[in-house]
């Protein structure tokens, strides 16, 4: 265990197959250093913006982990806009506002067209701050247009590895959390530990326990949405891979590896931010696999794009919601996961928990996961594709749009976009071979 750390510290390009792009993607490993350093003047800064709300829009990377410290720490004035659903976006209360605009290529589709529709309402430069890699066009963007600030961030760390960088530790400072102290609570991570649990992830995944059931204390739920990410992201590749399966209570079976969290302390977060990056890295070397490249990601924005390229959208055919249960039992095989994607408003966290469990109970205890679209297309959406062909995704959309928001400068709207996700993603998982049914409804209660 001690050699996998050491040659993990060293950056040994060694531990991944050839031609990984680890070289500039190990930024991570000392990065809560910097920000230790920069943590008053963090703080300061933040002290400074006199709003109500603050945005963060942001995909994938740039917005998950600052929604676990939003939940985590129970904070109502930090907003994570990581949607593109037009009612979602709609309902925002934008009166005395702060933005943070967050994307490390600075050219990420959704983050472009959220900034657009909020600057036509709030074009006051000194309301927006960025946080991008240098040079990107974000960058370009922020300067030319006199934001308030622009934090570049070190260009050596990928998005789901960026938690403890800038891209999560602005918004935590806006929120008030102790920046210095949660990254102290990162560097005392126990690294070791890290590289065991990685190895055990990666050992029992190639011994066809690959459904990584991860318990963890009610109050930190949400950190399953920060670590679905790093793992599926990160290991669902060349037909193999973890499957992230968070869950409150234990959940056993034979394709079952299972974690159990213990946590007290809303600081520990930093810890445990560190001892997964750690894991996920090293698991991605038991799997021989590169744990920093995210192939399928770029597939599903490109098929996007080629789905709005040829506007009117595609008919799509759907199922009826009734039917799901039925169709699930007739097409699930032993060591499969059924993965709930859910293209609606947020807010319905409760009612889709209560599918995923009613689904899982359904099939005997199989394994089930579940997320809104199009946020998962920047995390778990590359294990769906790239991962081993176990995945029986339910595309959940609305079944008619949820609200007419026009995005400026686009020949589309927000409903418009959202739709050409879902039927671009749809798309993907078919012509990888994925089992896949889509369903449109007025309400998760329809789907049975």
Not at 80 to 91: E, F, G, H, R, Y
Not at 164 to 173: D, E, H, K, R
Not at 366 to 392: C, D, I, W
Not at 414 to 424: M, N, P
């Amino acid at each position: 265990m001690s050699q996998l750390l050491d040659r993990l510290l060293a950056r040994d390009a060694g531990l991944w197959p050839e031609g990984n792009v680890s070289g500039n993607r190990l930024g991570w490993l000392d990065v809560p250093r910097r920000m230790i350093d920069e943590a008053i003047d963090l703080r300061s800064w933040a002290e400074s913006i006199d709003a109500s709300k603050i945005f963060l829009l942001g995909m994938g990377g740039s917005s998950l982990g600052s929604e676990v410290l939003r939940s985590c720490f129970g904070d109502s004035r930090l907003v994570v806009l990581d949607t593109t659903d037009p009612a979602t976006i709609n309902s925002v209360d934008i009166n005395n506002p702060f933005f943070l605009v967050s994307s490390k290529s600075g050219t990420t589709l959704e983050v472009d067209c959220l900034f657009s529709y909020f600057w036509a309402r709030w074009p006051e430069p000194k309301r927006y701050a960025a946080i991008t890699d240098p040079g990107t066009p974000l960058a370009t963007l922020a300067e030319e247009r006199g934001f308030h600030r622009v934090f570049s961030n070190p260009p050596d760390i990928g998005g789901r590895y960026s938690v403890l960088s800038y891209f999560g530790m602005v918004p935590a400072a806006l929120m008030g959390i102790d920046v210095a102290r949660l990254c102290e609570a990162a560097l005392s991570a126990d690294k070791e530990a890290g590289v065991a649990l990685g190895v055990a992830m990666g050992d029992a995944a190639k011994q066809g326990r690959d459904k990584l059931t991860v318990v963890v204390p009610e109050h930190f739920s949400s950190l399953r949405l920060w670590g679905e990410q790093l793992v599926a992201e990160s290991t669902g590749k060349q037909g193999t891979g973890c499957v992230p399966v968070p869950t409150t209570e234990a959940e056993t079976g034979d394709d079952r590896h299972l974690v159990l969290l213990e946590m007290d302390d809303n600081y520990q977060l930093g810890r445990e931010f560190m001892v997964w990056e750690v894991a996920t890295a090293i698991a991605g070397h038991i799997l021989g696999i590169d744990p920093f490249d995210e192939p399928n990601v770029a597939e599903s924005k490109e098929n996007t794009k080629r789905v709005l390229s040829s506007l009117p959208l595609p008919a799509v055919d759907s199922a009826d919601p009734s039917s799901v249960t039925a169709w699930l039992k007739e097409t699930t095989r032993p060591g499969d996961y059924v993965s709930l994607q859910a293209y609606l408003p947020f807010g319905q966290d409760e009612a889709l928990e209560g599918l995923r469990r009613a689904v899982r109970d359904g099939l005997g205890g199989m394994a089930v996961t579940a997320g809104y679209g199009p946020r998962f297309l920047h995390s778990t959406g590359q294990l769906h594709k790239g991962g081993p062909n176990e995945v029986v995704a339910v595309q959940i959309a609305p079944r008619a749009p949820t609200a007419h928001v026009e995005i400026p400068g686009k020949p589309y709207d927000f409903g418009t976009l959202i739709d050409a996700q879902a039927i671009g993603d749809l798309q993907s998982l078919q012509s990888h071979g994925r089992r896949a049914l889509r369903v449109e409804v007025n309400d998760l209660k329809e789907v049975s």
